[in-house]
């Protein structure tokens, strides 16, 4: 295979994994919390023993959106909205995790907990607790939780120091590096927001990624028939 074919052959493999993410995105237009990602492409050159250096695309870098995604109204005490910056933070058997999905509720143990059963932590990093006789739960936009006027605990809002070390590990869950704490975040209660992915726009996006890959199977195509011409040719 000549250059021609190997740059492009990296390019169809980069656009296949675009294609994936897409349809991921798609796949999760109604899924509280989601965040829209896209695949980064880029360029590597490859050093050649005796031809000239070859230019190839690189497609394994993958960008999170972090778009502000609208605000749905449900009325659950525990069902908190952040707007603006800022992660809820998860316990995982992996290690402190972050989110945007917001729905918790409260666990056999009193322990705050998202739907999958990971703990909530607050500002301080540790579990919150909710009093069984808990009645009438409210929280501030600051994240404080009180129950009958009297505090329980502060809902921490977390983000990464380096942004480009977020990411996505599945569902709506996402990892990082050194975290800090978000001054200036907001919490909604009885709120939970959306996926920010845009319907529109994806599809339209997998159309553009679609006809790539098709335009770049006829260049192979067309290739492979020019190889075996020029070795019809020969063996005559």
């Known amino acids: 295979m000549d250059a021609a074919g190997y740059t492009t052959l990296t390019r169809q ?17 109604s899924t509280t919390g989601f965040r829209r ?3 980064v492409f880029s360029e590597y050159v490859a050093g050649m023993d005796h031809d000239p250096s070859l230019s190839m695309a690189n497609a ?33 058997p992996q290690g402190e995790r972050l989110t945007r999905a917001g729905a918790f509720l409260p666990s ?20 919150i607790l909710i009093p069984p006789d808990a009645k009438g739960v409210t ?15 502060r809902i921490g809002l977390w983000q990464p120091v380096d942004p480009l070390t977020l990411r996505h590990e599945g569902g709506t869950v996402f990892a990082a590096g050194e975290l800090e704490p978000v001054q200036d975040g907001q ?50």
Not at 187 to 213: C, F, H, K, W
């Open 37 to 39: 990602e896209g695949v």
């Open 13 to 29: 493999s980069g656009l296949m994994r675009e294609m994936a993410q897409v349809a991921n995105n798609i796949a999760n237009i």
């Open 139 to 153: 929280v501030a936009s600051d994240g404080t939780l009180s129950s009958g006027g009297e505090p329980l605990a």
């Open 60 to 92: 394994s870098a993958r960008h999170v959106d972090l778009q502000q995604g609208t605000s749905s109204q449900t009325g659950g005490a525990f069902d908190l909205a952040i707007q603006g910056d800022g992660f809820f933070l998860l316990e995982t």
């Open 187 to 236: 919490m909604l209660q009885g709120m939970l927001e959306d996926s920010n992915v845009e319907p529109v726009s994806e599809i339209a996006r997998m159309i553009t990624v679609q006809r790539a890959y098709e335009l770049g199977q006829k260049f192979l195509d067309a290739e492979d028939q020019r190889v075996r011409g020029v070795i019809q040719a020969l063996g005559r």
């Open 108 to 127: 056999a143990d009193g322990e705050l907990v998202n739907a999958d059963g990971l703990r909530v932590l607050d500002a301080g990093g540790a579990p």
